[in-house]
Nanobody, 124 residues
Framework: QVQLVESGGGLVQPGGSLRLSCAVS????????IGWFRQAPGKEREGVSS????????LYADSVKGRFTSSRDYAKNTVYQQMNGLKPEDTAVYYC?????????????????WGQGTQVTVSS
C-alpha cells in the first residue's frame, strides 16, 4: 500500500525557515519522482519542487529557486524540503506526491500518489 505522510509544517515569521518531511512507504524511493506542491486558499495547486527518481536531480519553481532545497534519504525512505527565507506568499498547504516518472517534473498530472498535506503559515 502506497503511503506518503508529510510533517514539519507550522507557523513561522517572514525570513524564517522550516523543513518539511515526506515519509513514504509501499514503494521504492528510487523508482519514483517526488514532487512538492502547494495550494493557497482560492488558488490552484502549484508545483514547487521535484526530485528525480534516477540521479536525484532537482527542479524548482522560479518563485522558490534559491530558497527551497529538496533532498532524499534512502535509508529513511524520506524526502525533505528545506525552506529558507520564507515569505508570506509561501503560506499554503504543502503536499508531497510520487510519480512513476523518469526525471523531475512540476506537472501535477504526472503524479499518482499524494499525501494529506501540511499547513505552512508565514506571518508576523
Amino acid at each position: 500500500q502506497v503511503q506518503l505522510v508529510e510533517s514539519g509544517g507550522g507557523l513561522v515569521q517572514p525570513g524564517g525557515s522550516l523543513r518539511l518531511s515526506c515519509a513514504v512507504s509501499g514503494f521504492r524511493l528510487d523508482y519514483y519522482a517526488i514532487g512538492w506542491f502547494r495550494q493557497a486558499p482560492g488558488k490552484e495547486r502549484e508545483g514547487v519542487s521535484s526530485i528525480s527518481s534516477d540521479d536525484g536531480s532537482t527542479l524548482y519553481a522560479d518563485s522558490v529557486k534559491g530558497r527551497f532545497t529538496s533532498s532524499r534519504d534512502y535509508a529513511k525512505n524520506t524526502v525533505y524540503q528545506q525552506m529558507n527565507g520564507l515569505k508570506p506568499e509561501d503560506t499554503a498547504v504543502y503536499y508531497c506526491a510520487a510519480g512513476l516518472y523518469y526525471g523531475s517534473t512540476l506537472i501535477r498530472d504526472e503524479y499518482d500518489y499524494w499525501g494529506q498535506g501540511t499547513q505552512v503559515t508565514v506571518s508576523s
